[in-house]
């Protein structure tokens, strides 16, 4: 009976312990206000967003750390079609949640993008299957298009700043290159169709189904409707096409000649009211890179050649996991320097070409908040303290702040030395908002062992 007793005391007070210690290590996951923020730090260049989601903006200190550092937040799932409306009609939830992440972003100064509109991927089935999956008419399918952007864009009009209208309408991998100009209309061959598994697209399908080819219509006169549909619903919207793998020479010539000859076709449709403005007027890159082959030439290449379709440019969701497609890395120290080298070089390429970038948007907080966390793909690591990567930027973005340079408090690392060495940024002082965290880590493991040792002692005095 003794034994029991101590047995059972022992495993109360190591419970006791691990929750304490749990406690504390929750409480040591902090994010630190009192770090540069990056929306300043980059404020003469070009915004910088965030995904959150609505419940997030609700949790005091993460929308206090978002306000600290971000001016454009875009949600990660909850604006999305599948999320909106799973069944016709079914729009109040999404609306009551949504309206309070775009209402906090407005009172607090942030930009809200829309995220998206019509995408092949999580996306209501509704909107252009049968209940059987195959696929609706043309005309059904347009007319659900057209209801849908008008209830959800029509819903938030006024408060978005920007929609991803339509989101991925090109194959993963577009290889090859048109030959021009004997290849016009190329573009239309490297979308998504009604096959592929994965890569088909439902609204191409749909679109293909009662199609009149004689009167020229095509499959992917899904994309223009999308687009006109949300224009008329919210013309102060500015309107976007998002897509990744951006930086392939195939895919971005895809993207720019899309942009290009829908922009064109808007110019003489009777609904255009305002023939100086274009129809896509954003080109977002998502630049969801990867350490191993991310090449900052061919991000600045894709850059030049989206910009000069007459788009904005912005970068929609930036992550860059250490490793390879389909190969994680650990975050050793060589991959977190090469990381931190990747986001300098990138953000060199963002502000020479700040003239052309609307928006910088990363895709994720804190790395294991993310979709490629097993990567630590993000500025921010899983206990939410800073990486060398943050530190790069922010000074990159000092060092070339023209501003900086009258400064009364000239930056010391402003001038190369004389061989013209790269110099490395300055250690950013951080004063960890919780910085007792990790001792009472300790303090608690510690007190763990002690129930431990007292447990056996109690249990073996009982023998004796
Ligand atoms: O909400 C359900 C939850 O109820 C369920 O228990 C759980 C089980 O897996 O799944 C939850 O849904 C997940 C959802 O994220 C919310 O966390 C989905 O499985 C998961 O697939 C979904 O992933 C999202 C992904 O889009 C879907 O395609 C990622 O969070 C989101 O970051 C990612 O974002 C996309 C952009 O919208 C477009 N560009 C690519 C980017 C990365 O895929």
């Given at each position: 009976m003794q034994k029991k007793k101590a047995v059972f005391t022992f495993i109360l007070m190591a419970?006791?312990?691990?929750?304490?210690?749990?406690?504390?290590?929750?409480?040591?996951?902090?994010?630190?206000?009192?770090?540069?923020?990056?929306?300043?730090?980059?404020?003469?260049?070009?915004?910088?967003?965030?995904?959150?989601?609505?419940?997030?903006?609700?949790?005091?200190?993460?929308?206090?750390?978002?306000?600290?550092?971000?001016?454009?937040?875009?949600?990660?799932?909850?604006?999305?079609?599948?999320?909106?409306?799973?069944?016709?009609?079914?729009?109040?939830?999404?609306?009551?949640?949504?309206?309070?992440?775009?209402?906090?972003?407005?009172?607090?100064?942030?930009?809200?993008?829309?995220?998206?509109?019509?995408?092949?991927?999580?996306?209501?089935?509704?909107?252009?299957?049968?209940?059987?999956?195959?696929?609706?008419?043309?005309?059904?399918?347009?007319?659900?298009?057209?209801?849908?952007?008008?209830?959800?864009?029509?819903?938030?009009?006024?408060?978005?700043?920007?929609?991803?209208?339509?989101?991925?309408?090109?194959?993963?991998?577009?290889?090859?290159?048109?030959?021009?100009?004997?290849?016009?209309?190329?573009?239309?061959?490297?979308?998504?169709?009604?096959?592929?598994?994965?890569?088909?697209?439902?609204?191409?399908?749909?679109?293909?189904?009662?199609?009149?080819?004689?009167?020229?219509?095509?499959?992917?006169?899904?994309?223009?409707?999308?687009?006109?549909?949300?224009?008329?619903?919210d013309p102060n919207a500015i309107l976007y096409y998002n897509d990744f793998n951006e930086t392939s020479a195939g895919k971005r010539e895809a993207m720019a000649q899309m942009t290009e000859e829908l922009n064109a076709r808007w110019l003489s449709d009777p609904r255009n009211d305002d023939p100086g403005r274009l129809l896509v007027e954003g080109i977002g890159m998502q630049a969801h890179y990867w350490t191993s082959d991310l090449s900052p030439v061919s991000v600045e290449l894709t850059i030049m050649r989206f910009a000069e379709t007459g788009a904005r440019v912005s970068i929609t969701e930036l992550d860059i996991p250490m490793g390879r497609f389909g190969a994680f890395e650990e975050a050793t120290e060589e991959n977190l320097r090469k990381q931190a080298n990747l986001y300098r070089d990138l953000f060199d390429v963002f502000i020479r070409h700040a003239d052309s970038i609307e928006r910088v948007t990363f895709w994720g907080k804190a790395d294991h908040q993310s979709w490629r966390h097993q990567g630590s793909p993000l500025l921010f690591d899983s206990n939410f303290q800073v990486k060398d990567s943050f530190h790069q930027i922010v000074a990159l973005a000092q060092w070339l702040s023209p501003s900086d340079a009258v400064s009364d408090n000239e930056p010391e690392y402003n001038e190369p030395d004389e061989e013209g060495e790269e110099i490395a940024p300055p250690e950013l002082e951080i004063i960890p908002e919780n910085d007792s965290g990790i001792p009472w880590v300790i303090i608690a493991i510690a007190a763990g062992v002690l129930m431990l040792i007292i447990g056996i002692i109690l249990i073996n005095v009982k023998k004796v």
């Open positions: 419970a006791f312990a691990l929750s304490l210690s749990m406690s504390f290590t929750a409480a040591a996951r902090e994010w630190d206000l009192t770090l540069p923020s990056l929306k300043e730090a980059f404020e003469e260049y070009f915004p910088i967003g965030n995904i959150l989601e609505p419940g997030e903006a609700a949790d005091g200190r993460t929308a206090e750390m978002f306000i600290h550092h971000y001016n454009f937040v875009t949600a990660e799932n909850a604006m999305k079609p599948a999320n909106i409306a799973r069944t016709p009609g079914d729009w109040d939830f999404s609306f009551h949640r949504l309206d309070f992440l775009v209402d906090w972003a407005l009172e607090n100064d942030i930009n809200v993008v829309g995220h998206t509109l019509v995408w092949h991927s999580q996306s209501a089935d509704w909107l252009t299957k049968n209940i059987d999956g195959t696929p609706l008419t043309r005309a059904e399918a347009r007319d659900n298009m057209e209801r849908y952007i008008n209830t959800v864009a029509g819903h938030f009009a006024g408060r978005i700043y920007s929609w991803d209208v339509v989101n991925e309408a090109f194959l993963t991998s577009v290889g090859s290159l048109p030959i021009t100009p004997a290849d016009e209309g190329w573009w239309r061959h490297m979308l998504r169709t009604e096959r592929g598994g994965n890569e088909a697209s439902p609204w191409f399908a749909a679109y293909a189904n009662g199609i009149d080819e004689a009167a020229g219509e095509h499959p992917s006169d899904y994309i223009y409707d999308a687009f006109v549909f949300a224009r008329l619903a």
